[in-house]
């Protein structure tokens, strides 16, 4: 049996390696690691579920695309969801932590794309904690324009989905966002 190379590990034991890591750097490098597995392992689930008598009903089934994008700034919160839109996102808007609190009571969401720092520093992950908890399966993804280490980790522990760096790549941006949806769809 071949010895686990890093694109083996387990995903949960990198992000316990991540956890305890302080050097922003090998941060950095455990994180993609991390996503690599996390990719391998959504493959695995899909190449599972496509073999298996059900998978045909659920690839019928359209994947949910409702989206909460929560942002403080203007300018990106009315360019981001019109070209969200084109991508097939059914997408409402949120500028504050209140305003996007009270989307997440009135309203159903398969995704949440926030900023990280809106009222104040970190308290996108209020949000994230607000929209698992009215929809446990909600894909959950940071925005910032302020990368750091602390926010880094406490993504990794809070179970968020992916923490993007502004700008953003559009085209990557959906791409994550609809990986993320199929492999959650696919695990239910």
Not at 7 to 34: C, F, M, S, V
Not at 72 to 91: C, K, W, Y
């Amino acid at each position: 049996m071949p010895t686990p190379d890093k694109r083996t590990k387990n995903w949960k034991q990198l992000a316990q390696e991540a956890a305890g890591e302080k050097n922003p750097q090998k941060l950095l490098a455990i994180i993609d690691e991390l996503n690599a597995a996390l990719e391998d392992r959504e493959n695995e689930i899909r190449g599972k579920l496509s073999r298996s008598p059900s998978a045909h009903a659920a690839q019928a089934e359209p994947i949910g695309r409702r989206l909460l994008f929560v942002d403080d700034e203007p300018n990106i919160r009315m360019t981001l969801p019109a070209v969200l839109q084109s991508h097939g996102f059914d997408v409402r808007s949120a500028a504050s932590v209140a305003e996007a609190l009270a989307e997440v009571k009135t309203h159903k969401f398969d995704v949440l794309l926030s900023d990280l720092n809106i009222d104040q520093e970190n308290d996108g992950f209020t949000i994230v904690h607000a929209a698992r908890e009215a929809n446990p399966k909600c894909v959950t993804i940071l925005l910032t324009g302020y990368p750091a280490f602390e926010s880094a980790v406490q993504a990794i522990h809070d179970e968020v989905d992916d923490y993007v760096i502004k700008p953003a790549e559009i085209e990557s941006l959906v791409s994550i966002m609809e990986r993320k949806l199929l492999a959650r769809r696919s695990s239910s």
